[in-house]
């Protein structure tokens, strides 16, 4: 089997992880080897990225930086190896997360993230170098209002989360943008809906797309 790349994004209570792992079942019991992931994190390293970019104040700039590292480390350690070997990557989140919520929702210069996802996500043994991205992006799109009645005691937030609503519904434009951006790419899954309609949507479309 050709190895499978598939990233799941959305506004943090969206419920995009519980259909990360039902999916990774599915796939399983179609004789696929799954590699789960998520980012920021993925690898020694790159956890202990996600904690200082999670947990500590930083400037826009120093943040984007930190997730790229991340992700750079992420790609080399575990992404890139497990498509070698042909297996089934799903990642909780991936670029399209950096440009929603550090450009989207920081409003930090999307051309500089554009020139650091290019260094990062080259893929070097190719000529003319392409890009490393998901083959298909999952984006559970919730209202930013929905996801914090979600989210309202759950836990304790991290920077990211305690983020007031207008900071989400920059966030959810940012990943609406990068649709527009890449519409062959995505698929949107309407996440305002009870959790078995969201799984029929979504097993629909990864029908469709060929993945099931």
Known sequence: ?????????????????????????ALRARGRTVVLTREPGG????????????????????????????????????IEPA???????LCD?????????????????????????????????LAPPRLRQPDLTVWFDLPPAVAAQRLAGARVPDKFEAQPQAFFARVAAG????????????????ANQPREAVWQDLESGLRKRGVL
């Open 83 to 89: 498509l070698a070997r042909g297996d089934a990557v």
């Open 43 to 78: 690898t020694p390293l790159a956890e202990k990225l996600r904690t200082l970019a999670l947990n500590d104040p930083m400037d826009p700039l120093t943040e984007a930086l930190l997730m790229f590292a991340a992700r750079r480390d992420h790609l080399q350690q575990v």
């Open 175 to 190: 990943y609406a943008a990068r649709l527009q951006a890449d519409p062959g790419r995505f698929l949107r899954v309407d």
């Open 1 to 25: 089997m050709s190895g499978l790349f598939l990233s799941f994004e959305g506004i943090d209570g969206a419920g995009k992880s519980t259909h990360v792992d039902a999916l990774a079942a």
């Open 93 to 125: 989140r991936f670029t399209d997360a950096t440009f929603a919520y550090q450009g989207g929702g920081r409003g930090f210069d999307l051309q500089v993230l554009g020139t650091l996802e290019r260094w990062v996500q080259s893929v070097d043994a």
